[in-house]
């Protein structure tokens, strides 16, 4: 099978640095095919980075690489890092960014070398993409560096259920319709308030009229809340961190 490596980077594309990682991968493993994510993740957004790698990577075969770079910290003394977990490969700093495959049983993480050649402020480059392309070429995670046995881990916060049978949850994240995501797990029936509005769970974005506040359960099986035609965040002014009570029906 052709060696696969997604890229998940909060580069953008405007400036060529995504293209120099992909240029080392593919000349140290040529027959790998490359696949671009997203370069979008805003920049220095460990845990939107973290949550978009949560959301796609199970949906790749077995046997993926994934190159994970969200580094304000690069240069510095945080570790490099190849994990092996769930039948895939990852690749990226040690700032939570895997927490997805250190979560996800049995993880075999091991710190990788910097080379004294590699530029400071790229290991993008100089540092992740070798090791992606080392994967790719079917190197085993345990043979790029040293076992490591303490890397970060970035949680969701969990939802508190409160003494009424409400549940306490808040947005974690922010996509780019506008639609602000919760922790609260979906289910059926209930209202969900923020800001003091009160909002009956709706079934499907088109339940509700254009430009109506409306909340539904995701794709991913979180509570999300959504503008139909429109943004919730910056019609209501919404932001990741705001505090949603969810209440379940009742009879």
Known sequence: MTPLVTLLTDFGTADGYVAEMKGVILAAAPGATVLDVTHEIPPHDVDAGRLALARYWRRFPSGTVHLAVVD???????????????????????????????????????????PASAAPTFHGRDVFAPAAAALARGE???????????????????????????????????????????????????????????????????????????????????????????????????RRGAQVLFRPATG
């Open 72 to 114: 304000p910290g690069v240069g510095t003394s945080r570790h490099a890092l190849a994990v092996a977990s769930g039948g895939h490969a990852f690749v990226g700093p040690d700032n939570g960014i895997l927490t997805p495959a250190l979560l996800s049983g049995h993880a075999e993480v091991v710190t990788l070398p910097v």
């Open 140 to 238: 085993p995670a345990s043979a790029l560096g040293e076992p490591f046995e303490d890397p970060v881990v970035r949680r969701t916060p969990e939802p508190r259920r409160l003494e009424n049978g409400a549940i306490a949850g808040e947005i974690i994240a922010i996509d780019r319709f506008g639609n602000a995501i919760t922790n609260l797990v979906g289910v059926r029936g209930g209202t969900v308030e923020v800001g003091g509005v009160a909002l009956p769970m709706a079934r499907t974005y088109g339940d509700v009229a254009s430009g109506d506040l409306t909340a539904l359960c995701g794709s991913n099986g979180l509570i999300e809340l959504a503008v139909r035609d429109g943004s919730a965040a910056r019609l209501h002014g919404i």
